[in-house]
Structure formats: structure tokens, C-alpha cells
């Protein structure tokens, strides 16, 4: 089973703040995805990387994949209100691997 | 309607009854997901259906039993179930598998069921 740690658990920030969030495992990863899920709603799609290293602006939000293909990290600049949600990793092992998810951040921005 | 559409938004059901939550995807996809969604827990994936064979189970009680009559609609009828059965649940599709790099899944806003 490859296990996705994500960290913090939570954050609580002021609006203008920047914050760096993280997505960690022991395993390799061919792909990993980003999904934010605001209240009342399923998750939506942010990002999806796929080669070590690579890094994918999202206007405020930077996604970073490691060169070892086994971490990500989610940096937000000058954070919003509208960030306000649940941030998921979900990252395939291999081919004919299932995605795996992890736990997720809760983030509040508060105005 | 676009993307993909669940109903209904919000259910409670007693130990002993019959529901049955629908899902609907109106983006031509050929694969749709049943996911379950537990405070603190990752998502869990529940049952997979690939051109309408379901390609995967993992480990679900039987008193879940999905149902997909084609590639843009897929049910799960659910059947005594249990208060720890309480949960969000979530169906999703996507272009073929997720497997494939770069393939994303495209969710809908779920079913909130609470089991008394």
C-alpha cells in the first residue's frame, strides 16, 4: 500500500499571507494530482504532474513534483479568501496502479 | 446539466431500508467511480466501472451493490446498512483509466448519507 502523508493537517492563515503545504511518501510515483474541495462539494482537479522535478503555475498556486517522483509541494502566494477548502494529494504507483489519496489539509483564510 | 451530477445531495435512512444513490456524467467519459469519504480517512475507493464491466471491488460489505446500465450512469443501492456506513459518498469519472498519466478524475458533489 503506498501511504501519502500531507502536512499540516491544518492551517489557519490571514489573507496576503504565502504558505507551503506538502505531500510525502516512501514510494515512487509516476503521476501525482492536486485536488481542492470546498464545502458542500466533491474534490476539482487542480494539477497533475508527471516527471521528477517538474514544477506547474496555477496563478497563485505553484505545484512542485520531487526529483525522486516520491513528494510534492503546494505553495499559494498572497492567499485569498476563495483558497478556503480541503487540499488532496492522490498519486499512481505504476501502470494498472489505483490512485491513491491522502488524508488532505484543511485550509481557512481568513479576510 | 454538465459535468457530473449526483442525487440525492443529502439522505437518511434507517438500518432496515432500501436507497439508492444515483449518478450522472454528461463529459463523454468511459470510466465512473464510487468513492467513500470519512472524516479524517483518505478517500476510499469502493468500485470501479470500465465500458460498463466493473474492473474493481475493493473489499466492499455486499450490502453495497453498484450498477452501471451504461457508460453515463452508475448506482449504488445500498441495503441495511450500518451507522459506520455514514459517510460521504462520492462518484466520479474520467477518460480511461487513472492509471494512465495525466488523467484526472472529474467528481461530483456527493451524496451526505447518515444511517440511524
Known amino acids: 500500500t503506498q501511504l501519502l502523508e500531507q502536512s499540516p493537517q491544518f492551517l489557519s492563515i490571514q489573507e496576503g499571507e504565502n504558505l507551503t503545504v506538502y505531500c510525502n511518501s516512501s514510494?515512487?510515483?509516476?503521476?501525482l494530482q492536486w485536488y481542492r474541495q470546498e464545502p458542500g462539494e466533491g474534490p476539482v482537479l487542480l494539477v497533475t504532474?508527471?516527471?521528477?522535478?517538474e514544477v506547474k503555475k496555477l496563478k497563485r498556486l505553484t505545484f512542485q513534483f520531487g526529483d525522486a517522483r516520491k513528494d510534492s509541494s503546494l505553495h499559494i502566494t498572497a492567499a485569498q479568501p476563495g483558497d478556503t477548502g480541503l487540499y488532496l494529494c492522490a498519486g499512481v504507483a505504476g501502470a494498472n496502479s489505483k490512485l491513491t489519496f491522502g488524508k488532505g489539509i484543511t485550509l481557512s483564510v481568513r479576510p | 446539466e454538465t459535468g457530473v451530477t449526483q442525487t440525492p445531495r443529502h439522505l437518511v435512512m434507517g438500518m432496515t431500508n432500501k436507497k439508492s444513490l444515483k449518478c450522472e456524467q454528461h463529459?463523454?467519459?468511459?470510466?465512473m467511480y464510487w468513492y467513500k469519504q470519512s472524516a479524517k480517512k483518505p478517500l476510499e475507493l469502493m468500485f470501479v466501472?470500465?465500458?460498463?464491466?466493473?474492473?474493481e471491488n475493493n473489499s466492499v460489505p455486499s450490502r453495497f451493490s453498484p450498477e452501471c446500465p451504461n457508460s453515463s450512469h452508475l448506482f449504488l443501492h445500498l441495503h441495511t446498512l450500518q451507522p459506520e456506513d455514514s459517510a460521504l459518498y462520492l462518484c466520479?469519472?474520467?477518460?480511461?483509466?487513472?492509471?494512465?498519466?495525466?488523467?484526472?478524475?472529474?467528481f461530483g458533489p456527493g451524496t451526505r448519507l447518515t444511517v440511524l
Open positions: 466501472y470500465s465500458l460498463e464491466e466493473r474492473v
Open positions: 514510494s515512487v510515483f509516476s503521476s
Open positions: 466520479a469519472s474520467s477518460q480511461d483509466g487513472v492509471a494512465r498519466a495525466g488523467v484526472g478524475l472529474f
Open positions: 504532474v508527471v516527471t521528477g522535478g
Open positions: 463529459l463523454g467519459h468511459n470510466a
